[in-house]
């Protein structure tokens, strides 16, 4: 069972996570609001780091590995809102990657699923079928491909970090040297056709605040793991999907359909029943 406290810290992750989706949503340059983010992360980390002590020489390589999915993550999350809304993109990243890890343990190492957990796949691919039913939008379907394979990624970090963060001992430390080492592959990948140029002051605030949320949402999540079981964590954690949903409606102005909503709730609903199964 997860205690009160733990439960508002993974709430609140899940809103912080929602929150800095919509930051890089609502700029008129999606990837490099997505650059500012990382770069504003990167910098936060930094002035953090040196007060910290380094994860152990085993958790290097959780970090480096979870470094490189991390910035194919945020290119893919820079491509996917330069071509649709966060209502689309956003219930798909989240809501697929626990279907795909498990049945990649299913598939892979013979790992049994129980009832729940097929219920729950059957829920997220009734979710998936309704927000990605063409509705004549120009780049829709760039979208929904862009997304389910950041569903991949995000499946493969997850199950990444969930090993190194335990192994590390600190979750913070762990985290923070995340976003360092993912920024340098990922600006490189996001200014490829043009040098950088600075941000102004608007910008950089906007960036770090991003960044801000972006940090203490996985730290948070992090530290949950380390004091509750990681499966009803994950399955609270899947509440960003609707907070995503409803933050794009009241920020971003973007009006899904009612299939859009049922096509979130499913999604949400089916990844927290497969986390608990």
Do not use: K
Not at 82 to 95: E, F, I, N, Q, S
Not at 192 to 205: D, K, S
């Amino acid at each position: 069972m997860l205690s009160p406290p733990v439960i508002v810290a993974v709430l609140f992750a899940a809103l912080l996570h929602a929150g800095w989706n919509i930051v890089v949503r609502a700029g008129v340059d999606r990837r490099r609001e997505t650059a500012l983010v990382v770069a504003g992360a990167a910098v936060l980390a930094c002035a953090a780091l040196p007060f910290l002590a380094l994860p152990p020489l085993a958790t290097w390589r959780y970090l480096l590995t979870s470094a490189g999915l991390n910035a194919v993550y945020f290119v893919l999350i820079a491509e996917a809102y330069a071509r649709g809304g966060v209502t689309l993109a956003y219930p798909l990243m989240r809501g697929v990657a626990p279907m795909l890890a498990a049945l990649a343990a299913w598939g892979l190492i013979g790992e049994a699923l129980p009832l729940a957990a097929w219920i729950g796949i059957a829920t997220i691919c009734l979710g998936v079928g309704a927000l990605a039913r063409p509705r004549g939008v120009p780049g829709e379907q760039a979208v929904v491909r862009l997304a389910l394979a950041n569903a991949v990624v995000i499946a493969a970090y997850t199950l990444n970090d969930a090993v190194g963060a335990r192994l590390s001992g600190a979750p913070l430390a762990y985290t923070l040297w995340l976003f360092p080492l993912t920024a340098v592959p990922t600006l490189l990948w996001l200014h490829r056709h043009a040098a950088p140029r600075r941000p102004t002051w608007r910008e950089a605030l906007r960036g770090l605040g991003g960044a801000g949320c972006a940090i203490g949402s996985y730290a948070i999540a992090l530290w949950a793991m380390t004091r509750a079981p990681v499966a009803p964590v994950a399955a609270l954690r899947e509440t960003a999907i609707l907070f995503g949903v409803l933050l794009a409606r009241l920020v971003l102005g973007e009006r899904p359909s009612r299939l859009g909503w049922g096509g979130a709730l499913a999604i949400a609903a089916g990844a927290a029943i497969l986390r608990l199964a």
